[in-house]
């Protein structure tokens, strides 16, 4: 047996299966594997029948085909299969050579594989992946991390395969360390779960705030791609909106309103609780996904709980001619949905800031070394999130690599500055008429608080001490000195703990 495989991949579901062929269509030979033996034969006989793709159908037959340093691509179920895999390979795999793991897998699940690979005399790559199935198709962003020494060794293949933006570069590049590339993609996904929630609510607001038609939102939707919203999600959003099915009704209408999750949006929330990071927009869209998933409660409780509905064309006198009121309410639909383009604008600032935020924070506790231009360049193009306002975070960190927010960037400053006003509309006109906006809103506590210079959190802080005597800072003396007051004059000097900001 002639051992001339570049790389060796186990896991032939659609992501499998597409990277497989993404990399033959670069040059490079793939030996296959997959548990249920069987699909590796159908991908040999139907979408892999004309490629240099060798099928095997055993762990032992995979690595006997492959040129060293051998390179062995996991695309299985994250979590014990992953596991469970690495144990079976690890024996028969020689010093130097890798193990990648292309799954979701949980960045500090792949901070302890890392550490087990390596100390088997191995190499360890954990990559986040990004774009589905067209994406692994025809060029995904890739965003590895792990052992450094693989990375000359996985580089070519990765670039190769990875989108490219326009002047040719790949969106694919090294990372950091151990669990540093699948924190990374953790926290693109947490990012997509807000893109897509504040999506999500101006849809809502279009549809039962202004009235608008499914083709006159698609219309909407298609301008605002045209200007600083222009991204994925927003164009497959117009063509979602205009899509009709068999009896010419909009077919988005008829999927049941209860979202799915996977998981790596609740992961990002609870790293960010971890880290204490306020990435407050992906986890209201984390709740949001809840609270839609409790449908029947839902459905129980609209006929039974007060509120206000209705739409901002609300308050025309009952007596206005007809022609006069087509004429305020075109007017109003022309202004609102200016302004709720202006709040979906401010409010993706915001949770790319808080995400960007989280990352610092991961690399202060992790001893990653990662830069963030860099990593918004990895998403301009092939992943769920990429659009054009990634090209203006990669310009804020090359002009400052130091840079604590994306909202202190000057660019990002003046963008808030014209944007804010209209996110306040929103909010308020959205409270006004009922309708439920958890991503817009949870955006302008954050910027409200962002820039106040004073919080009330001196009376939690006062609250603690008298209940539990947990000390705090004071104004008047250097951050790090705790004190406590004798609240009640029944209590002593003795303190719970040492206070934690």
């Excluded at 993404?22 to 030979?29: E, I, K, L, V």
């Excluded at 990375?151 to 790949?170: E, L, N, R, S």
């Excluded at 409010?347 to 830069?371: H, N």
Aim: with cysteine; glycine share 10%.
């Amino acid at each position: 047996m002639t051992a001339n495989a570049d790389l060796g991949l186990i896991g032939l579901a659609v992501m499998g299966q597409n990277l497989v062929l993404n990399m033959d269509d670069h040059g490079y030979t793939v030996a296959v594997f997959n548990r249920t033996t069987s699909r590796v034969d159908d991908f040999l006989a139907g979408a892999a029948r004309h490629t240099r793709v060798i099928g095997t159908r055993s762990l032992e037959d995979l690595v006997a085909n492959l040129a060293g340093p051998r390179r062995v691509m996991l695309m299985v179920k994250a979590g014990s299969a992953v596991d469970a895999m690495i144990d079976q390979l690890v024996p028969m795999l020689d010093p130097g050579d890798i193990i990648i793991d292309g799954g979701n897998s949980q960045f500090a699940d792949t901070i302890r594989r890392t550490a087990r690979v390596e100390e088997a005399g191995l190499l360890y790559v954990g990559t986040g992946i990004s774009g589905g199935e067209e994406g692994a198709r025809n060029g995904p962003s890739i965003m590895p991390g792990g052992s450094p020494a693989a990375w000359p060794h996985v580089q070519g293949i990765f670039q190769a395969i990875a989108a490219k933006v326009a002047d040719g570069t790949p969106c694919c590049d090294w990372v950091g360390p151990d669990g540093a590339g699948h924190f990374v993609k953790m926290v693109h996904n947490g990012i997509e779960y807000g893109d897509m929630q504040v999506i999500a609510e101006a849809y809502h607001f279009l549809k039962d705030g202004l009235g608008l038609s499914h083709q006159e939102m698609s219309e909407v939707f298609r301008r605002w791609g045209e200007g600083v919203l222009d991204s994925y999600l927003i164009d497959i959003t117009a063509d979602i909106l205009a899509f009709r099915d068999e009896t010419g009704s909009p077919q988005v209408e008829s999927i049941l309103d209860a979202a799915g999750q996977k998981g790596t949006g609740k992961w990002t929330a609870v790293a960010a609780l971890d880290l204490g990071m306020p990435t407050t927009l992906v986890a209201e869209a984390v709740f949001a996904r809840i609270v839609s998933a409790l449908k029947d409660e839902r459905i129980a409780a609209s006929g039974m709980l007060p509120g206000p509905r209705g739409d901002v064309l609300d308050g025309l006198a009952p007596d206005t001619p007809p022609e006069t009121r087509r004429e305020i309410a075109a007017h109003k639909r022309e202004i609102w949905t200016g302004k709720l383009e202006q709040a979906a604008y401010a409010a993706k600032i915001i949770s790319y800031a808080q995400g960007f935020m989280l990352l610092r924070a991961a690399a202060g506790e992790y001893g990653w070394d990662l830069e963030y231009g860099r990593i918004a360049s990895l998403w301009r193009e092939g992943c769920i999130i990429r659009a054009a306002f990634l090209d203006d975070i990669t310009a804020a960190f090359a002009n400052d690599p130091a840079l604590t927010n994306l909202t202190l960037d000057p660019f990002f400053r003046r963008a808030l500055a014209e944007s804010e006003k209209d996110l306040r509309a929103v909010v308020r006109q959205a409270v006004r008429i009922g309708l439920p906006v958890p991503a817009y809103s949870t955006a302008l506590a954050f910027y409200d608080s962002y820039r106040s210079g004073r919080l009330p959190a001196n009376l939690i802080q006062a609250q603690r001490d008298y209940f539990g005597a947990h000390t705090y800072e004071r104004i008047d003396r250097p951050r790090g000195e705790v004190f406590h007051t004798n609240w009640t004059g029944r209590g002593g000097d003795t303190t719970a703990g040492t206070y934690e900001a």
